[in-house]
Every structure is written in structure tokens, then in C-alpha cells.
């Protein structure tokens, strides 16, 4: 859905995985074009918790292995 502005997801890719506005901006940006983007890569039970704080929210996220 288009049911997130940019800023709230800015901002919660910024909770998730504490980065910088920038930072944020930019996944958020790329997530927009593309229909997707990496936020984090790292161990199993931090993507979780990363994944929990997006989904939170209502945003679609999948962790993989």
C-alpha cells in the first residue's frame, strides 16, 4: 500500500537500526524506486528484532538467511 509517508519511514528505519537521517533517507528513497532495499545484514536475532520495529508499523519486511 501507499499508506506510509516517507518521513514515518524514515523515522522508523532510524528506530530499527539506529542510523543516521541520511542514512535512513536514503533506504527509504531506494525502497520507494525499487520495491524493496536491505536495511540491516548481521546475525539471525538482530534482523529479527530489526524486522519486528519495521513491521510494527505495517511495513513488509522478509529475513533471510
Known amino acids: 500500500c ?3 509517508t516517507f518521513e514515518v519511514v524514515t523515522q522508523q528505519i532510524i528506530l530499527a537500526i539506529q542510523c543516521t ?3 535512513a533517507d536514503n533506504l527509504a ?3 520507494d524506486r525499487t520495491g524493496s532495499v536491505i ?3 548481521g546475525s539471525n536475532e538482530k534482523c529479527e528484532k530489526v524486522a519486528k520495529v519495521l513491521g510494527s ?3 513488509v519486511v522478509t529475513v533471510t538467511q
Open 2 to 4: 501507499n499508506c506510509h
Open 29 to 31: 528513497f531506494l525502497a
Open 57 to 59: 508499523i505495517g511495513l
Open 39 to 41: 536495511v540491516w545484514e
Open 21 to 23: 537521517k541520511e542514512r
